[in-house]
């Protein structure tokens, strides 16, 4: 009965753990990081998890781990000054030095990658606004957050005008001219008169201006379905 026992016994073990399972990164980050739950139905966390979260792939070499050893062939060369190199392994000050040394390439990737921006050519763009915005939300509360508006153009007549740089691109729109000035676009009505001089008027007005190629107007505003109209110029339209 004892034998028997033990080997009904044997057939209920499980031959399996944790390095068995073929997993992705993204699933491993997704454990280290808790998205699943209250937690993450409810968005919380997430400045925690875009800093987190990398490729740890990246600058890695074969051969290189935490103990610092020294493979000839594989992070180290095999001949050195005529002699055949056998293991070793690196002091601990070296390891921590050639560590910080791998973050410290692997954050610069990063911001790298973020600061790239797609250049368009001929285009110019101008911040007009930048200020911040809070939204109230159900889930996370009250949010704060940096809108900005940003209008671009390449002087020749096309301009666009959003609430962020990438995404004005997108929305761009010709504008007919008569000798380097208009009077009509969209919803806003302004007359403008060439003159020789520069004079002053909105100040969103006159970025839109520069990088449309309007040059020396002088601008009054006449209508404009706008919820937020314009301020007209201090002299009178002419």
């Known amino acids: 009965r004892a034998l028997g026992g033990a080997a009904h016994l044997s057939h209920l073990a499980r031959h399996s ?5 073929v997993m992705t990164a993204d699933e491993l980050w997704r454990g280290v990081l808790a998205e699943y739950g209250a937690g993450a139905r409810k968005g919380r966390g997430k400045r925690t998890k875009r800093k987190m ?30 002699s055949i190199q056998k293991p070793s392994q690196r002091g601990e000050t070296e390891q921590k030095e050639v560590t910080a040394a791998l973050e410290r390439q692997r954050d610069e990737w990063d911001k790298r990658r973020k600061t790239k921006i ?3 050519r001929d285009f110019d763009s101008h911040v007009i606004e930048v ?12 949010k704060r957050s940096i809108s ?24 761009l ?12 676009s969209y919803t806003t009505l ?11 008027f909105h100040r969103s007005l006159q970025c ?14 006449w209508k404009s379905n706008a919820k937020q109209k314009p301020v007209p110029c201090e002299q009178p339209f002419i």
């Not at 753990?17 to 399972?21: G, I």
């Not at 074969?62 to 095999?78: D, K, Q, S």
């Not at 729109?173 to 009509?184: A, F, Q, V, W």
Request: with cysteine; charged share 30%; net charge positive.
């Open 53 to 82: 979260n990398k490729d740890l792939n990246r600058g890695q070499n074969l051969g290189e781990g935490r103990a610092g050893y020294l493979w000839p062939g594989l992070n180290t060369p095999v001949y050195k000054d005529g």
């Open 131 to 142: 200020k911040r915005a809070f939204n109230v939300t159900a889930k996370e509360s009250r």
């Open 148 to 171: 900005s508006l940003v209008a671009v153009g390449n002087g020749n007549g096309a301009a666009g005008k959003y609430r962020r740089k990438k995404r004005a691109m997108h929305y």
């Open 208 to 221: 839109c201006g520069d990088i449309t190629i309007w040059e020396h107007l002088l601008v009054k505003k």
């Open 173 to 184: 729109y010709y504008t007919e001219r008569y000798n380097n000035h208009t009077s009509e």
């Open 17 to 21: 753990s944790f390095f068995n399972k």
């Open 190 to 200: 302004c007359y403008g008169l060439r003159l020789d001089g520069s004079v002053p």
């Open 118 to 120: 797609k250049r368009e």
